[in-house]
């Protein structure tokens, strides 16, 4: 295979239970956002907006919509060696002592796959998680990694102290390289002068080839190891003297965007993912959809224009402050502060407010729904409300989460 300069492994292969029922048929990094993307399609953008073509994913759970996704609608031609986006299924490593085996962990997964770094010899390897909503020029990152000559170089963004025991936290000194490196702590450690922040990894890193290859060789020989970037890998590095830096993320440059990249949402709760989907709809969002200098790819599947139709009395169909998909009709129906996906159908004297509408949802005519989240392909009657009696959605079956938002199951027939 050819050589290549920088080489993208992104870890997809995520249950992603904390997302149930979205997370019922699919892995988290395949649930869709924001009208018509899914989860994965964040980090593929911030490698091919950074010129960084030479792309693995690696999954392992419930990843068949995952794997049609990037197969279909993410694919270069076929006459460059060093453009291509390759799905790496886990196929059951062989271990001397333990015999066949899923990944162990974050570190395992990439150790396993580490003949195929080597079939490219990159000088550098880009270890991304495949789950989080972001944008990131890498290649900023990959150059500061080779101006501080690191062997590791962390992702770092600063959070709320008594947000930070959710990721490893930092320690660095005035050159910010890390001097102590704290995974889930239950007492995280603020940056110094600002008590009410602590700098958590974001779990993206840059490795030099040849330390990656050293620090998971050591790992995988190591018994007592849960194969984990952060709770091992990391910890060794800094114990044996590499060379390991933060990189702030709010220095990060994003072509067409004024002030400093701030937004990196980890969308693992159903709350989470809720709150990051309603923040699109806002006259100004934290994370704009909309910059031409950097676009966001995705599936490309030819849906005809919204539409909205009748414009008699009370029976007007309007969307407002909310995102629309081809394909959507509103059908003399209200949509308000929502996102709807492809091919929805909100019928007559309806209303939707402030949810999530996934692809092929139908809401029929005099529905009430409000802070909720459809799954795909879900048939909903005349007459029926949803989020205005929790107890009934409860009876219903459906997950009611602790901010009260509802998910009605892929598929769900009432």
């Given at each position: 295979?050819?050589?290549?300069?920088?080489?993208g492994?992104?870890?997809?292969?995520?249950q992603?239970s904390?997302?149930?029922?979205?997370?019922?048929?699919?892995?988290?990094?395949?649930?869709?956002?924001?009208?018509?993307?899914?989860i994965?399609?964040?980090v593929?953008?911030?490698?091919?907006n950074?010129?960084?073509?030479?792309?693995?994913?690696?999954?392992?759970?419930?990843?068949?919509?995952?794997t049609?996704?990037i197969?279909r609608?993410?694919?270069?031609g076929?006459?460059?060696e060093?453009?291509?986006i390759?799905?790496?299924p886990?196929?059951?490593?062989r271990?001397?002592?333990?015999?066949?085996?899923?990944?162990?962990?974050?570190?395992?997964?990439?150790?396993q796959?580490?003949?195929?770094?080597q079939?490219h010899?990159?000088?550098?390897?880009?270890?991304?998680?495949?789950?989080?909503?972001?944008?990131?020029n890498?290649?900023?990152?990959?150059?500061?990694h080779y101006?501080k000559?690191?062997?590791?170089?962390?992702a770092a963004?600063p959070?709320?102290?008594?947000?930070?025991?959710?990721?490893?936290?930092?320690q660095v000194?005035?050159e910010?390289?890390?001097?102590?490196f704290?995974e889930?702590p239950?007492?995280?450690?603020?940056i110094?002068?600002?008590?009410?922040?602590?700098?958590?990894?974001?779990?993206?890193?840059?490795?030099r080839?040849?330390?990656?290859?050293?620090l998971?060789?050591a790992?995988?020989?190591?018994?007592?190891?849960?194969?984990?970037?952060?709770?091992?890998?990391?910890?060794?590095?800094?114990?044996?003297?590499?060379?390991?830096?933060?990189?702030?993320?709010?220095?990060?440059p994003?072509?067409?965007?004024?002030?400093?990249?701030l937004?990196?949402?980890d969308?693992g709760?159903?709350?989470?993912y809720?709150?990051a989907?309603?923040?699109?709809?806002?006259?100004?969002?934290?994370?704009?959809?909309?910059?031409?200098?950097?676009?966001?790819?995705?599936?490309?599947?030819f849906?005809?224009?919204?539409?909205?139709?009748?414009?008699?009395?009370?029976?007007?169909?309007r969307?407002?402050n909310?995102?629309?998909?081809g394909?959507?009709?509103?059908?003399?129906?209200?949509?308000?502060?929502?996102?709807?996906?492809?091919?929805?159908?909100?019928?007559?004297?309806?209303?939707?407010?402030?949810?999530?509408?996934?692809?092929?949802?139908?809401?029929?005519?005099?529905?009430?729904?409000?802070?909720a989240?459809?799954?795909?392909?879900?048939?909903?009657?005349?007459?029926t409300?949803?989020?205005y009696?929790?107890e009934?959605d409860?009876?219903?079956?459906?997950?009611?989460?602790?901010?009260?938002?509802?998910?009605?199951?892929?598929?769900?027939?009432?």
């Amino acid at each position: 295979m050819v050589k290549v300069e920088v080489l993208g492994m992104i870890l997809a292969g995520g249950q992603g239970s904390r997302l149930y029922p979205l997370t019922a048929k699919r892995a988290k990094p395949a649930v869709p956002f924001g009208a018509k993307y899914r989860i994965i399609d964040f980090v593929l953008n911030n490698f091919v907006n950074s010129g960084i073509y030479s792309i693995y994913v690696l999954t392992q759970f419930k990843a068949q919509s995952l794997t049609e996704h990037i197969q279909r609608y993410w694919r270069f031609g076929a006459f460059l060696e060093d453009h291509f986006i390759l799905l790496v299924p886990a196929q059951m490593y062989r271990y001397e002592e333990l015999g066949p085996v899923w990944y162990r962990g974050t570190a395992d997964a990439i150790y396993q796959n580490l003949h195929l770094v080597q079939n490219h010899a990159p000088t550098a390897v880009a270890v991304f998680g495949g789950d989080h909503i972001f944008k990131m020029n890498v290649r900023h990152m990959v150059e500061y990694h080779y101006e501080k000559r690191a062997d590791i170089t962390i992702a770092a963004y600063p959070v709320p102290v008594e947000e930070a025991s959710r990721f490893g936290v930092l320690q660095v000194d005035p050159e910010w390289r890390i001097t102590e490196f704290q995974e889930k702590p239950k007492d995280p450690k603020p940056i110094p002068n600002k008590p009410h922040l602590a700098l958590a990894s974001m779990g993206n890193y840059i490795f030099r080839t040849e330390a990656l290859f050293e620090l998971l060789e050591a790992d995988a020989r190591e018994e007592a190891s849960s194969h984990d970037f952060g709770k091992d890998v990391i910890p060794r590095a800094l114990k044996e003297g590499y060379r390991v830096y933060a990189y702030d993320f709010h220095r990060n440059p994003i072509p067409g965007q004024e002030g400093p990249n701030l937004y990196w949402r980890d969308v693992g709760t159903l709350d989470a993912y809720f709150e990051a989907s309603m923040d699109l709809v806002k006259v100004v969002p934290e994370f704009d959809l909309f910059n031409p200098e950097w676009p966001l790819r995705t599936a490309n599947l030819f849906s005809p224009p919204a539409k909205f139709v009748h414009e008699t009395g009370e029976r007007v169909g309007r969307a407002l402050n909310s995102l629309l998909a081809g394909g959507v009709i509103v059908s003399g129906g209200t949509v308000r502060e929502s996102v709807l996906f492809r091919r929805v159908r909100v019928n007559s004297y309806s209303l939707v407010e402030r949810s999530v509408l996934f692809d092929d949802v139908e809401v029929g005519r005099y529905c009430r729904i409000r802070n909720a989240i459809i799954d795909k392909d879900v048939k909903i009657p005349p007459h029926t409300e949803i989020g205005y009696d929790l107890e009934a959605d409860r009876a219903r079956g459906f997950t009611v989460t602790p901010e009260g938002v509802v998910v009605v199951p892929k598929g769900y027939r009432f």
